[in-house]
């Protein structure tokens, strides 16, 4: 199976500022997907990311809070964009198996924000 | 909105006890079920998956059970050990590719 890193795991942000997180897979995957998970919360998927298309963004999430870029089949970077404490969360990324039913996690990035 | 829930937030059970959790779900339409394993500080690890047409699906040590009737899914872990404390998620698939995840479940294993 394919593996999948996030980098940074962890940070701490200031208010205001933006991060971006990125999304490493050792093969290549047509759908890749960003999710947030909230403390004690499960997963609430924020947008799928396709390779040369824009991503679809799920209700309440929009491109300018959220942006994602996917410049190619093996990559994919999500931006926490004019931070606040409510956007603490761990934030992850996952693909779509061969099937495209079942999705692989990577490891999370875990931001906090003050 | 549709979703998918869990009864249990929280499991406790006896080292070599069988676990059993369990998930409702209410999008008749979903077709294919998953469980996943998250623990402290990793991402979510697949368990074992099942597809609409079927109603039990065994894995090593872990079973599920899925009840169309009463849109109801189960995990059962046979022999639990300490290292099954985590997190269980039951997740839909609604079609094109989307999962929709349950609350959650935390599972403490004693020893």
């Known amino acids: 199976s394919a593996v999948i890193s996030q980098k940074p795991s962890r940070d701490i942000c200031q208010r205001g500022t933006s991060l971006t997180i990125q999304c490493q897979v050792d093969s290549q995957v047509t759908m890749m997907f960003w999710y947030r998970q909230q403390p004690g919360q499960s997963l609430t998927l924020i947008a799928t990311?396709?390779?040369?298309?824009?991503?679809?963004?799920e209700s309440g999430f929009v491109i300018d809070k959220f942006p994602i870029s996917r410049p190619n089949l093996t990559f994919s970077t999500l931006t926490v964009s004019n931070m606040s404490p409510e956007d603490s969360s761990i934030y992850l990324c996952?693909?779509?198996?061969?099937?495209?039913?079942?999705?692989?996690f990577g490891p999370g990035t875990r931001l906090t924000v003050l | 909105g549709e979703s998918v829930g869990l009864h249990l937030p929280t499991l406790s059970v006896q080292e070599g006890d069988n676990s059993i959790i369990n998930c409702a779900y209410s999008n008749s339409a979903s077709d294919y079920f998953i469980w996943y394993k998250q623990e402290s500080g990793k991402g979510p690890q697949f368990i074992i998956d099942?597809?609409?047409?079927?109603d039990k699906r065994q894995g090593q040590r872990v079973t599920v059970l899925l009840n169309k009737t009463v849109k109801h899914l189960s995990l059962q872990i046979a022999a639990t050990q300490p290292g099954d404390s985590a997190v269980y998620f039951c997740a839909e698939n609604r079609g094109y590719s989307t999962l929709t995840f349950g609350k959650g479940t935390m599972l403490l294993v004693s020893p």
């Open positions: 996952s693909l779509a198996g061969s099937k495209r039913d079942t999705q692989y």
């Open positions: 990311a396709n390779q040369g298309s824009e991503a679809t963004y």
């Open positions: 099942i597809r609409s047409n079927m």
